[in-house]
Every structure is written in C-alpha cells, then in structure tokens.
C-alpha cells in the first residue's frame, strides 16, 4: 500500500535530482496509481517527447502490417521509392530492408549528422535516402537519433495512401482518446526552438511535402504516453477492441540487435529490459512497461542536456512504492 509519506519521499526525490519533470502516471495492473505534474504543467500540457516518437513510429508499423499495408518487414527499403533514384552506383543501399530501419542496424554514409541541412530539407524522406547505405554492413547496430527514422514515416506514408499524423489519428490516437492536434510545419529556426520548450502545443512535426517526423516531432502528456504503454500490457487491446496484434507486440518488444558499447538490447524501436520494454527520448522522456509487475510508468519531461537517467529512477524509486 502506498502512503502519503511515500509519495512526499517521491516528489522531495523529483525535485531535487529530477527538475525538468512535467508529469508523472504510474498505472498498476491498468489501474491509475499516481498522477503528478511539475513545472507549472497541467494535465493538458503537450510537450516534446523526442525520441519516444520513434516507438510509437514502431506501433504503427505495426498496425500497418496488421491492415495488409505493408507485407514483411524484409521488404527492401527502396521498393517503398520506386521513383527514388541513388545518386551513386552503390550496392548496399539496394540490400537495405525495413527490418534494419527498425532495429538500427541501416548504415549511413554520415560519420557526423548533418543536421543543419536535415533541419532545412524541404523533403526529409528524399534528404536521408541519399545518406542511406555508403560503407557500412547491414545488420550492424548503429543508432541513429534522428536522420535515419524518417525512412520509417516515408514507408508508412507510401504503403497506407495518407500522411502518418493522419494514419495515428484514425487507428491509434482517437481510439485511445490521445490528443495530438495538428501537423506541424516550422518556418524558421526560431519556431522549432520555442516548439522544443512548449508546453502548450499539441501536434507532430511534419516537413514541408507532408511527412511526419520518424525521430522526434511528437507532443504528448505523461497521461497519453502511460495509455501506449498500457495498450501494449494489455496485448494490443484497448477497452476489449484490438488496436495493434499481440505477434507484433511480441515482436517488436524481443531482442533484435544490440548497442554493444552501451550493453543495451533493441526491439523494433523499443529498448528492452530485464522485465520489459521502454520507449526513451531525450531530457526524461520515457514510457517503461514491467511485464512482471504488470506495471506502466511515463514521464514527460522538459527538455534539458544530459538529463538524470530515468530507467534508474523508476527502477529505484518508483517501482519499489508501486507494488
């Protein structure tokens, strides 16, 4: 049984070591436990959830071969282009398959991202297509935060007929009453900046021909973030109604490759962990699911650099109070 003191120890915890939390549900056995918000945030604060996009990104992969949108994951990347055209005479690129997008194991011809040219592209998709491929070996893990995921948008963008935020509205965000409001296109430098801090806007970021981001780019609350990771507790079900099947579930959340360096093992977009699975972005955000303990945890954070570890501080501090 949690008590008030153990939930004055949590937040004296949060606050002092934690600061840029913006909120915090705990769900324990599809119960709602705990819900707290910080840094003036409510309920209804939207904000950037990085690279927890990419899992997400991961779930409607899923549901896209769910429909018969898209057939196997060892589909070659460039079948999904028909028209693209390499801009050199290389062979890797054409050895490139879907499956490696979702388990970072794509090469790229990048050593250092170039991210001011990726943040100006008029067309990401086109832009990471001609950085895809080079000298690398396919198969081999090389995470890619942001220039690389994209691919995954332009592929579930070709194969469903309509634009991602569009395709998530329909099949996962209205179902799960997630609020995520618009596509949102930048027109200066100076307006992804104030996006990065918002609290108030509700959207996911999409390039100028119509392509959400596959990386980063999603608003969410720690309320909509702890419903995803419920729904894949729950078996891909959500109040009785399938939303994405339990093979893929399975699936996307077993180990496919491995961040040696790190020692951590990957799914499809997931990070796993002794006892499950975890989305994990930047500055906190975080969506950890413990299959054992039938237990969901999201943290929405306000961006700041080299943020506390999360993953150590819901196995810490969370998941002893919430038995």
């Keep these: 049984m949690t008590t008030q003191q153990d939930m004055k120890e949590l937040e004296a915890i949060i606050n002092k070591d934690y600061g840029n939390t913006a909120g915090i549900v705990v769900l324990k056995d599809g119960e709602m436990q705990y819900e707290q918000y910080f840094n003036d945030c409510t309920a209804e604060s939207r904000v950037h959830i990085y ?21 196997d994951i060892d589909q070659k990347v460039l079948d999904f282009f028909p028209d693209y055209v390499p801009k050199q005479r290389e062979k890797t690129i054409q050895n490139i398959t879907l ?13 250092i991202a170039p991210y001011v040219k990726y943040f100006t592209s008029d067309d990401m998709v086109t832009f990471t297509l001609d950085l ?24 579930l963008k070709q194969a469903a007929g309509q634009s991602v935020f569009e395709f998530a509205q329909e099949n996962l965000f209205i179902p799960l009453k997630i609020t995520a409001e618009r596509s949102i296109v930048f027109h200066s430098k100076e307006e992804q900046l104030a996006f990065n801090k918002a609290t108030d806007i509700s959207g996911w970021v999409s390039d100028p021909s119509g392509t959400n981001t596959g990386g980063w780019g999603l608003t969410l609350s720690a309320a909509d973030m702890a419903k995803l990771g ?8 959500w ?18 490759s491995r961040w040696v360096k790190e020692n951590l093992a990957y799914g499809y977009l997931w990070w796993l962990h002794e006892d499950g699975f975890a989305a994990m972005g930047d500055g906190g955000n975080v969506i950890y699911v413990n ?18 570890d999360r993953i150590d501080f819901i196995q810490n501090y969370i ?5």
Aim: no cysteine; charged share 20%; hydrophobic share 35%.
């Design 51 to 71: 690279s927890v996009t990419k899992s997400i990104v991961s779930i409607l992969i899923g549901i896209a071969m769910d429909k018969g949108f898209i057939t």
């Design 291 to 308: 299959r054992k303990k039938n237990l969901t945890v999201a943290i929405a954070s306000l961006f700041k650099p080299r943020a506390k």
């Design 319 to 323: 998941e002893s109070k919430f038995q």
């Design 239 to 256: 109040n009785g109604k399938p939303i994405v099947s339990a093979e893929w579930i399975s699936e996307s959340t077993k180990e496919h």
């Design 230 to 237: 419920q729904l894949y507790l729950n078996g891909g079900l």
């Design 132 to 155: 895809l491929g080079g000298r690398g070996k396919p198969g081999q893990f090389r995470y890619a935060p942001l220039i690389g995921p994209d691919l995954l948008t332009g592929i």
């Design 99 to 111: 499956k490696h997008l979702l388990t970072m194991t794509a090469p790229y011809k990048y050593k």
